[in-house]
């Protein structure tokens, strides 16, 4: 499949070799490149360099959330992306999770759910999958620490990469390890209280329904 991945930075989720890239980083770029990669320094809200109905599939990995103007993101990637098509993101969710860690990590936005579905939608993009990270605990303790985490960044940033290196990566691993990803069909669907998902897009072709199916 002709690939793409946009604002790849140097974690690339796509196989580089073979694989187009986007970012603003002239340097995660060339490195990428030395591997084989076919990258280009540009930013993903810009008319992307490529001919209509490109890609058989595009990535966006925690990038949509870091734009003034995701729309404009989305408009480019439909216009690259083949009838038939992937287009697959993750974003974190739900505004009332934003802490000092999301302006830290310079977002700009958390998703709510109505809002990614018509945003893709109008790009005439059908939700095919969702996936939403089941919580490790429930228990207080793990909420509030997480909370405290948050608040850190900002106020005290050497304390917090001492604890991401040795307390948040560990509780990262462990919830990876031993949770389970739960599926859904539709970002409707998905938990209220979600953070954070994964959703698998499809091009549709013109003049085809979009598929309202329910949740598993």
């Given at each position: 499949a002709k690939r793409l991945e946009i604002g790849v930075g140097m974690f690339?989720?796509?196989?580089?070799k073979d694989t187009y890239f986007l970012?603003?980083?002239?340097?995660?770029?060339n490195e990428l490149n030395k591997r084989g990669g076919k990258g280009v320094v540009m930013g993903a809200e810009e008319s992307l360099p490529f001919q209509k109905h490109s890609f058989d599939l595009v990535g966006a990995f925690e990038v949509l959330e870091h734009l003034e103007k995701p729309e404009a993101a989305v408009r480019e990637v439909a216009k690259t992306v083949k009838p038939g098509g992937l287009f697959i993101l993750s974003v974190p969710m739900n505004p009332v999770y934003w802490s000092s860690w999301d302006v830290f990590a310079g977002h700009v936005q958390r998703f709510e759910p109505a809002q990614l579905h018509a945003l893709l939608e109008k790009e005439g993009f059908e939700v095919m999958h969702c996936y939403v990270s089941w919580k490790l605990a429930q228990k207080r303790v793990f909420s509030w620490f997480m909370r405290l985490a948050g608040s850190l960044p900002l106020h005290f940033p050497n304390l917090f990469f001492f604890l991401y290196g040795y307390a948040l990566s560990p509780y990262t691993w462990l919830g990876r390890k031993f949770s389970r990803s739960r599926h859904y069909h539709s970002l409707l669907s998905i938990p209220w209280d979600s953070t954070a998902a994964l959703v698998v897009c499809r091009k549709l072709r013109l003049g085809a329904p979009i598929d309202k199916g329910n949740d598993m």
């Open positions: 690339p989720k796509f196989t580089v970012d603003t980083s002239e340097h995660a770029i």
